[in-house]
């Protein structure tokens, strides 16, 4: 059974660092392209990025590049989503998830539960 | 970047009624890039169709995709109680990705 599982909620203070995981089963996890979607309250869906775990070919939305850093360690099957100084703003929930093959143009079939990440002071 | 607009924002109907769902992309691209999704309160979205009409596995056949260029919809043939939530589309092909503002379908 494919699984993606995040790490817990997290609440930081806005200038802290932050690393979520995503961790991959149940598949063979270089093979498939991971990408992070943000919905911040109440809001839609918003495409921030994609990593190959295979060779760490990554893309992200001009939206976020920057922003936040993608990464991977295929060693553990996990991908990462980064931020080296928080903000208010960056209050959301991410969405882990996984495209439906091995393709950087194709929708995103399994998904995680999602990191609830909220920045306050 | 291709921006997507869905109709209406929110759509009240009854179990049992046929639910259409309409996306709108700025600009045309290949049908065999688009997608949709469910996203139910509280849970991660659920992809329901890709390639604009190819359902996902397990998907009902009550959802069906269709639509090219720039114009694209989603039916649900009869509404089921668990179908009430809200629909969003992407398209994956232009790069970035994006995600249409979503649908709501609740109870009348």
């Known amino acids: 059974e494919v699984q993606l599982v995040q790490s817990g909620a997290e609440v930081k203070k806005p200038g802290e660092s932050l690393k979520i995981s995503c961790k991959g089963s149940?598949?063979?996890?270089?093979?498939?392209?991971i990408g992070w979607v943000r919905q911040m309250p109440g809001k839609g869906l918003e495409w921030m990025g994609i990593?190959?775990?295979?060779?760490?070919?990554?893309r992200y939305s001009p939206s976020f590049q920057g922003q936040v850093t993608i990464s991977v360690d295929k060693s553990i099957s996990t991908a990462y989503l980064q931020w080296s100084s928080l903000k208010a703003s960056d209050t959301a929930m991410y969405y882990c998830?996984?495209?439906?093959?091995?393709?950087?143009?194709?929708?995103?079939?399994?998904w995680g539960q999602g990191t609830l990440v909220t920045v306050s002071s | 970047e291709i921006v997507l607009t869905q109709s209406p924002g929110t759509l009240s109907l009854s179990p049992g009624e046929r639910a259409t769902l309409s996306c709108r992309a700025s600009?045309?691209?290949?049908?065999?890039?688009l997608a949709w999704y469910q996203q139910k309160p509280g849970q991660a979205p659920r992809l329901l169709i890709y390639?604009?009409?190819s359902r996902a596995t397990g998907i009902p056949d009550r959802f069906s995709g269709s639509g090219s260029g720039s114009d694209f919809s989603l039916t649900i043939s009869r509404l089921e109680p668990e179908d009430f939530a809200v629909y969003y589309c992407?398209?994956?092909?232009?790069?970035?990705?994006?995600f249409g503002p979503g649908t709501k379908v609740d109870i009348k």
């Open positions: 998830a996984r495209h439906l093959g091995g393709s950087s143009k194709l929708p995103f079939d399994y």
């Open positions: 149940g598949y063979s996890f270089t093979n498939f392209w």
């Open positions: 990593i190959y775990p295979g060779d760490s070919d990554t």
């Open positions: 600009q045309s691209f290949s049908s065999s890039y």
């Open positions: 390639g604009a009409s």
């Open positions: 992407q398209q994956y092909g232009n790069s970035p990705p994006t």
